[in-house]
């Protein structure tokens, strides 16, 4: 089955510390979207790519970092500079004007 | 720019009681208008959608029509289930040339009990 597969599910940061979230899709989909998700805020954007190679960021990307590699993998990396890294973070993929389709996500806690 | 207000939560429901969840929205041009429903611990699972005014989105028997005059979106469904406990997000596209982003409001928490 196509899909979104984001990995780990749990994630712990040391402080100082980058950690790689993993996103994959093979939905043959041209964009993909990072969010991140905190209680009683929805979700917000952090970066976003819409074709292989290029990347643009989203409404909070200070202390993040993507790179789109591969047109079916978006990693994204909260580095030591977001200070308030503690959240639940989605990836989600689009083509055209379809709706976009999320995966499981990947909740970041700090050790 | 674009933005969205849903309902606060939590709303708590009987069985078979009526839901509501209000979304109004602002924005530029001519937004397609989106239902997620978030179960606890997964993604989000796309609920329905409009894209023009009129329109009636409708899945599982929830309901949302594309209000322009009101600039509004709101969610229903006649009977609840004791499953249809989720978080529910309203949300619109962006609007703009191959600019297919989306802004989601808060989220409403809707618990039903048996």
């Known amino acids: 089955d196509g899909g979104i597969t984001q990995s780990p599910k749990y994630l712990f940061r040391k402080e100082g510390q980058n950690v790689t979230l993993s996103c994959e899709q093979n939905?043959?989909?041209?964009?993909m979207y990072w969010y991140r998700q905190d209680p009683g805020q929805g979700l917000r954007l952090i970066y976003y790519s819409q074709i292989v190679n290029d990347f643009q960021k989203g409404d909070i990307a200070e202390g993040y970092s993507v790179s789109r590699e591969k047109k079916e993998s978006f990693p994204l990396t909260v580095t030591s500079a977001q200070k308030n890294p503690t959240a639940f973070y989605l990836c989600?993929?689009?083509?055209?004007?379809?709706?976009?389709?999320f995966g499981d996500g990947t909740r970041l806690s700090i050790l | 720019g674009n933005s969205v207000t849903q309902m606060e939560g939590p709303v708590t429901l009987s069985e078979e009681a009526f839901l509501t969840i209000n979304c109004t929205y602002t924005a530029t041009g001519y937004p397609s208008l989106f239902w997620y429903v978030q179960y606890p611990g997964e993604g989000l699972q796309l609920l329905l959608k409009a894209t023009k005014a009129d329109d009636k989105g409708s899945n599982k028997g929830f309901e949302a029509t594309y209000r322009k005059e009101t600039t509004s979106f709101h969610l229903e469904k006649g009977s609840v289930q004791v499953s249809d406990s989720a978080v529910y997000f309203c949300a619109l596209s962006r609007s703009g040339p191959n600019d297919y982003k989306l802004s989601f409001g808060a989220g409403t928490t809707v618990t039903v009990r048996a």
């Open positions: 939905l043959n989909h041209d964009a």
């Open positions: 989600a993929s689009s083509t055209g004007a379809q709706p976009q389709h």
